[in-house]
């Protein structure tokens, strides 16, 4: 799905506000990096790493991190943030960024692609930096119905669907290992409160309640029983 979108500036600030506020949502990230924690092998390519809300987690998991950012204020965030830490290297800019002969066992979008205009583009690119057998992680929002004025604020150009966003990414000349819908809940969080009520659900005291309260046990559920449906999906895939 695509739409106008806000200036460059006004997303980066609406982004910036979201990362903040998602830096508590510890059961949250937890919980989501444990599902890509197999894939995850270094040298690991962070792809649109914004404020480091998962940096550290990579790092402990893969060991050395570049982590890409292109916007310049969160970049500036990100180095301060990981000055003293070696296994991690920052790079503001694109994938063009990058040193040509650079080459990264594992690969990770979490609510990344959904920027990105080219997607099958930057899939493509993402393909010709992963050496042979690597592993990439995707997170993204789901369903297009559930595209509100905050996705627009955000500057998502699109929510995904289970089987397209597979398509998109065996296009590009990836092997999908899985594919599936993530926080069913949320689903329904996000149409009532983002899409009908026009509100912020990144809002501070709504992303602790949820973290607190809604977080664990979906994380229960859904590691025992796979959602038809939910607020995002998650896919990995290997070159």
Do not use: K
């Not at 460059?8 to 949250?28: H, M």
């Not at 197999?38 to 060991?63: K, M, Q, S, V, Y």
């Not at 080459?103 to 393909?127: K, T």
């Amino acid at each position: 799905m695509t739409t106008d979108h806000p200036r460059d500036e006004d997303i980066a600030e609406q982004l910036g506000s979201t990362l903040d506020s998602l830096d508590g949502a510890v059961n949250y990230m937890d919980w989501i990096t444990d599902m890509i924690r197999p894939c995850l092998a270094g040298p690991l390519l962070e792809l649109g790493a914004g404020h480091g809300t998962f940096t550290e987690r990579f790092a402990d998991a893969a060991g050395a991190v570049v982590s890409v950012e292109p916007d310049p204020a969160s970049a500036s965030l990100l180095r301060e943030r990981f000055e003293a830490d070696g296994r991690v290297a920052v790079v503001e800019g694109t994938l063009d960024a990058l040193d040509e002969a650079a080459r990264f066992e594992s690969a990770v979008m979490i609510n990344v692609l959904e920027h990105i205009d080219d997607d099958s583009g930057a899939l493509a690119q993402l393909y010709s930096r992963l050496e042979p057998g690597g592993q990439l992680a995707i997170w993204v929002p789901a369903f297009a119905l559930l595209y509100s004025d905050f996705d627009r604020r955000l500057g998502h150009h699109r929510r995904y669907r289970l089987r397209p966003l597979r398509e998109l990414v065996e296009s590009a000349g990836f092997d999908v290992e899985f594919a599936r819908y993530v926080n069913l809940p949320g689903w329904f969080s996000w149409l009532i409160v983002a899409r009908l009520l026009r509100q912020t659900p990144s809002d501070g005291p709504r992303v602790r309640v949820f973290d607190r309260f809604l977080v664990p046990p979906t994380r229960w559920v859904e590691d025992r029983v796979r959602a038809p449906f939910g607020q995002s999906v998650l896919l990995v895939a290997r070159r």
